[in-house]
């Protein structure tokens, strides 16, 4: 059993040896010999390509606004560990987490003996933030983000008041399938027998599948540009500004904090999750907390604006789908400026697609690897690009170091971006070389 902090953590990613397992028997084992804590959840479930992350942030925030406690479950993290399992936003503490991880320890080494073999990394994970939420410290509502896919994610033992699909793009084709059509049919996986389901997907052969599944399960279905939809968007210096009419009622004058013109799809489907949950399920949530959660809502990484002197941005746009938003929110909100972009991926996305993207919008580019088991290396991504300014940097902390100091001259914007891993990296190193730099 652990005692220290730096122990349990050790464990739980010790079990990154065993790699990706589908299915949800080693899940449903462990949820049986702990009695069952997520059936005593009440939960939203969210899914998607792209936009889970900032989906989610924007439903938390709004029904904290409305005075809930709201539970959130994650991935990956993005400066600390413990952010995975988080209440109202605070990260676990270092203490529930090594409860949790005595918790689960003993069924894995038990697990590990029977002909389903030990669980996951992830699906630990998941069984402490079902653990936690459950049993620990009950909320009114946990939002889950499905991990990968959703058809045999670790969170799909779960039976939610709503289920969220955000996008479909075409991401871990290796693994989801290479057509919209089957990473539909693994996304939908998360929809339940008469669950609601909203959905910003935009691809018809994407968008059948998903209403096929809903159907027969008898589904109702809340679309994007159906059931509810954007108009009067408006780009502001910081933030969106947009208006929302839906099948309840119109939301006009919202503001984001969050940049993007895909923010205001995610805050979109916050704002129905919120309205259907207001409506069918009691949750008293008024136009007041909707403008006030989607104005505060912030989640680290999405076109953030670090610095302004130097302007420096970083976002994690780690698929074909995050670089094209990426690309298209530089060009116009710094369309006058010269942009150096600093870029690190890991090796199983479709690199090709997205350097061509990067080396459309960058002035310079310079490539660069960090420590992770599927990485790409630096000079792999050099040799894929096509730009005529283009560098590549092994390492990347003293990367950051000369390019912090050049930052910001010749009207320059400096873009880091890439893998959500390789940035909460580098945001720490970032943030204070800048706070020397002042």
Known sequence: MFTAYEEALEWIHSRLRLGMKPGLQRMEWMMEKLGHPE??????????????GSTVT???????????SVGTFTSPYFENFNERISLNGTPIGDEDLVQLANDIYPLAVELEQTELGGPTEFEIITAMAFQYFGHVKPVDLVLFEVGLGGRYDSTNIIYPMLSIITSIGLDHTAILGDTYEKIAFEKAGIIKPGTSVITAVKQEEALAVIHDKASGLKSPVYQLEKEFAISDHKSLVKGEFFSLETVFQEFHDL??????????ENASLAVMAAALLNKFYSFI???KHI?????TA???????????????????????????????ELDKRFGDRRKKIIFAALADKKLDKMIKMLDSAADSIIFTEFHFPRAASAEDLYNLSENSRKLFN????ELLKIEVCESGKNN??????GSLYFLSEVKPALLKLLENRQ
Do not use: C
């Open 39 to 52: 059936r005593r959840i009440k939960s939203v479930h969210i899914g998607g390509t792209n936009g889970k």
């Open 412 to 417: 320059s914007v400096l873009v880091i971006t």
């Open 394 to 397: 092994t390492d990347w902390k």
């Open 58 to 68: 924007f439903l938390r925030f709004i029904l904290q606004e409305a005075g809930y």
């Open 255 to 264: 503001e984001t904090g969050m940049s993007g013109k895909h923010q205001t």
């Open 298 to 328: 912030f989640w680290p990484g999405r076109f953030e604006i670090v610095s302004h002197d130097p302007l420096v941005v970083i976002d994690g746009a780690h698929n074909e789908e995050g670089i094209s938003a990426l690309t298209a």
């Open 291 to 295: 403008k006030a959660g989607l104005k």
């Open 285 to 287: 949530i008024e136009e």
